[in-house]
C-alpha cells in the first residue's frame, strides 16, 4: 500500500493532490464518490482528532477520524490547491468548495 500512496510526484501540484485522495481512499477507505463529495469544509478537528465529515452510502452522514498522514497530505495539499505559481486561482469557481 506505501507504494500506491506515495507514488504520485509531489513536486507536482497533481501529484500532491493525487497523493491527499490515495491516503484518503487507502488509509481512511472512503469510496471514489465518497471522495469526489468532499468539501473543503469537510476536513475539520472533531474531539481532537483531524476528521472528515462525509455522506455515506445510502446518504448516511458522519464524521470520521482520519489517519495522521491523510490529514497531513491534505494539509499539505489546501494551500496549494487554489493559487497556482502566479496567485491566480487555478480551480473553477463551480468547484471552488469541493476538497478535491
Same mark, same amino acid.
Do not use: C, W
Given at each position: 500500500?506505501?507504494?500506491? !500512496?506515495?507514488?504520485?510526484?509531489? $513536486? ?12 484518503? $481512499?487507502?488509509?481512511v477507505g472512503f469510496r471514489r464518490?465518497? #471522495?469526489? $463529495? ?14 472528515? *465529515?462525509? !455522506?455515506? *452510502?445510502?446518504?448516511? *452522514?458522519?464524521?470520521?477520524? #482520519? ?13 496549494k490547491r487554489v493559487l497556482n505559481?502566479? $496567485? ?13
Open positions: 500500500m506505501a507504494l500506491s !500512496v506515495d507514488k504520485p510526484d509531489p $513536486g507536482m501540484l497533481l501529484g500532491v493532490r493525487d497523493r491527499a485522495m490515495l491516503a484518503v $481512499g487507502l488509509q464518490t465518497e #471522495i469526489a $463529495g468532499l468539501q473543503v469544509g469537510d476536513f475539520h478537528m472533531n474531539r481532537g482528532f483531524d476528521s472528515l *465529515k462525509v !455522506v455515506r *452510502k445510502g446518504g448516511k *452522514k458522519g464524521s470520521l477520524a #482520519i489517519h495522521p498522514q491523510a490529514a497531513q497530505r491534505i494539509r499539505d495539499y489546501l494551500p505559481s502566479r $496567485g491566480i486561482l487555478t480551480i473553477r469557481r463551480h468547484f471552488r468548495d469541493y476538497l478535491f
